[in-house]
């Protein structure tokens, strides 16, 4: 945690003046780096979030896919790339907070080889099931899958995921009697979910959805500390009774560690404005996500409480890099 404060700390304190390098960035297109594949959310968050900025910096922000290993091959692109301010990664939680818990051979430090920019959304999860479930109600599911008789399956985005650790967070917290069936990626294990052949599922409110408002999937609860406008009829974990079940995925802007800080403030500061851009903010409220816009220093202190929180979860269960 200390080397995250610490870094954002001297990003504080430099992001008031512009120095000689920062005078004329951006002076050619800028590679964002996604760890992973095109088309899912952090994709197309990263790709709108792209045009907005590009426009108001006057050059291009190149998409770079670069998925595998839970997001760690993208992430450790950037930490070796040049700290210039023209490589930078928009990540979500797990090659930041989740994968260095998973595997004994981290190629980086994500605390001392990144630097924070901002965190950009917060994404609360859904628990859902199917249109076709018994179950209409959290506190149904709670009942058939409490005591040892209890046959009821979780299906996740792969060992290791947010998917998989929310879905472990409430089997603990709600004292749920759960197997938890892995899938490699969301899309397989919603289409299983869809086809009743696994009970529920916790899955970014984006990710659900669209599934949700065409009447497929059935929302119990959402993981946020109040209700979601888009889904105001679905309560929160902490109306049903288990207000440690709240969690979130979350995307951020990240840099090579030795971006000079104002390049960083200046990537935080156009991050920020794009983000709040009425286009973007409709967008985001239609996806159920949440603006965060945090400065360098608080995202740096949140992705070190985020490590702690889940490592500890993720050791707990044995969870694996798949």
Same mark, same amino acid.
């Given at each position: 945690m200390?080397k995250?404060?610490k ?12 120095? @000689?390098?920062?005078?004329? &960035?951006?002076n050619?297109?800028? /590679? ?7 088309g899912?959310? #952090?994709?197309?968050?990263a790709r709108a979030?792209?045009?907005k900025?590009?426009?108001a910096?006057?050059q ?6 670069k ?10 692109? @950037? ?6 301010? &023209?490589?930078?990664l ?9 994968v ?16 924070? #920019?901002?965190?950009?959304l917060? @994404?609360?999860? #859904?628990?859902?099931?199917?249109a076709? %479930?018994?179950?209409?109600t959290?506190?149904e599911? +709670? ?5 040892q008789?209890? *046959? ?6 792969g ?11 409430? *089997? ?5 009697? =759960? ?5 490699r ?6 289409t ?12 970014? =409110? ?9 009447? *497929? ?11 979601i406008?888009?889904?105001k ?6 109306e049903?009774? @288990?207000?440690?079940?709240e ?10 560690a /030795?971006?000079?800080a104002?390049?960083?403030?200046k ?8 983000l ?5 903010l409709?967008?985001f ?10 400065k ?8 070190a409480?985020e %490590?702690? /929180?889940?490592?500890?979860?993720a +050791? ?7």
């Open positions: 200390h995250f404060l870094s954002a700390a001297a990003i504080a304190l430099g992001i008031a003046a512009l120095s @000689v390098a920062a005078q004329g &960035y951006p050619k297109p800028i /590679r964002v780096v996604i760890p992973f594949p095109a899912g959310p #952090v994709d197309q968050t979030l792209g045009a900025m590009g426009a910096l006057g291009t922000l190149v998409i770079d896919n998925g595998g290993a839970g997001g760690l091959i993208g992430a450790d692109a @950037v930490a070796k790339a040049p700290a210039d301010g &023209y490589t930078v928009f990540s979500s939680a797990g090659a930041l907070a989740i260095p818990h998973l595997t004994a051979s981290m190629p980086y430090d994500p605390q001392k080889d990144l630097i924070p #920019v901002t965190q950009a917060k @994404v609360p999860a #859904v628990l859902v099931v199917s076709a %479930s018994p179950y209409k959290f506190a599911l +709670k009942a058939a899958a409490t005591g008789g209890s *046959k009821i399956n979780y299906a996740s985005a060992s290791g995921t947010t998917p998989h650790l929310q879905a472990e967070l409430l *089997k603990r917290e709600a004292q749920l009697n =759960i197997n938890h069936i892995p899938y990626g969301a899309a397989p294990a919603i299983d979910i869809l086809g009743g052949q696994v009970d529920m599922m916790m899955v970014d =409110i984006p990710v659900a959805l669209p599934f949700i408002q065409s009447g *497929k999937l059935r929302a119990l609860a959402v993981t946020n500390s109040k209700r406008p888009i889904m009829d679905v309560p929160t974990m902490a049903l009774g @288990v207000p440690k079940a969690a979130y995925n979350w995307y951020g802007m990240l840099a090579p /030795r971006t000079p104002d390049i960083v403030g990537l935080y500061t156009t991050t920020g404005a794009a709040h851009s009425p286009e973007l409709k967008q409220e239609q996806q159920g996500v949440e603006v965060v816009a945090s360098p220093e608080e995202f740096g202190a949140f992705i409480a %490590s702690a /929180r889940w490592g500890a979860l +050791k707990a269960v044995g969870a694996k890099l798949d």
